[in-house]
C-alpha cells in the first residue's frame, strides 16, 4: 500500500523510523505490526549518531525490501546536504512513496514529484508556521518541535498543548516523532488530542533488535486495539 492510501484510510498509523537503513529492520518492522517503515539519507542521526548512507548506498536494499513485502516505504532525503531532483525521482521509481524533511531544508524542486509529502517543523517553529503548510503543498506534518535538548525526556501536559496548537493550525494529519521517551500507555492521549498516528524511533525502540521487534510490536498492539 502506498502512503497516500493510508492516508485516505481511517486508521490510526505507525511508522517506524528504523535505526539503520538494513533489510533486517525493515522486516523485523513490518512483521511486528508497522504500517510504514522510513530510511534515511546524507543525514547524521541525532540520537544514534549513525551517519546515513546516500541513495546509493540503500538503492539495492530499498529493492530488496520491495520485492519481499512491497509494503508502505517512507524516507528523510537528507538536511543540510540533500538529495538531488533526480534521485527523488528515482526514489519515487523504486517503491518509496512518501519523503520527509525539515522544512527548514526542503529545496523547492521536492514540490515536483508524486511522493506524498510529510513536511516536519522543528524546535524553532513558529506556531503560524503550521497553517500555512498545506498551501506549501504539504500532504501531511511532523510534529518534530521538542528542543534537542529535551529529548528521551517524559512527555508533559505542556508538550501536549504545544502538539494540539500545531494540529489545530495545520489542517492537516500530523505524526509525532518520538523524540520523547512516549510510552505505549501514553498513545490513547496522543491520539485523543488529534495525531493521525506515530513516528517511534530509536528512542523508544532502541537499537538491539530483538528489543526493537519487541517494542515495535507493544506500539501496534496498542494502535489495534
Not at 525490501?65 to 523504486?94: H, L, Q, W
Request: aromatic share 8%; hydrophobic share 40%.
Amino acid at each position: 500500500m502506498i502512503f497516500s492510501q493510508l492516508l485516505k484510510s481511517e486508521r490510526k498509523l505507525l511508522i517506524v523510523s528504523l535505526p539503520d537503513n538494513t533489510f533486517e529492520f525493515a522486516r523485523a518492522a513490518l512483521e511486528n505490526g508497522a504500517d510504514a517503515v522510513k530510511l534515511h539519507v546524507n543525514v547524521k542521526h541525532r540520537v544514534t549518531g549513525k551517519l546515513h548512507a546516500t541513495w546509493d548506498g540503500i538503492r539495492e536494499t530499498v529493492g530488496r525490501i520491495k520485492s519481499e513485502f512491497d509494503p508502505c516505504m517512507g524516507i528523510v532525503p537528507g538536511a543540510e546536504n540533500m538529495s538531488g531532483a533526480g534521485e527523488i525521482e528515482e526514489m519515487e521509481k523504486s517503491g518509496i512513496s512518501f519523503f520527509d524533511v525539515y522544512v527548514d531544508y526542503a529545496p523547492l524542486y521536492l514540490l515536483r514529484n508524486g511522493m506524498s509529502k510529510m513536511l516536519a517543523l522543528n524546535y524553532t517553529y513558529d506556531p503560524s508556521m503550521a497553517g500555512n503548510l498545506k498551501s506549501l503543498g504539504a500532504d501531511c506534518v511532523e510534529v518534530s518541535t521538542v528542543n534537542p535538548e529535551k529529548y528521551g525526556s517524559p512527555l508533559t501536559l505542556m508538550d501536549l498543548l504545544r502538539y494540539r496548537e500545531v494540529i489545530e493550525r495545520a489542517g492537516l494529519p500530523c505524526f509525532l516523532p518520538t523524540q520523547k521517551k512516549v510510552m505505549p500507555e501514553e498513545v490513547k492521549e496522543l491520539f485523543e488530542i488529534g495525531f493521525r498516528g506515530l513516528i517511534i524511533g530509536p528512542i523508544v525502540t532502541g537499537t538491539d533488535i530483538k528489543s526493537f521487534s519487541s517494542v515495535v510490536k507493544s506500539f501496534s498492539e496498542v494502535i489495534r486495539y
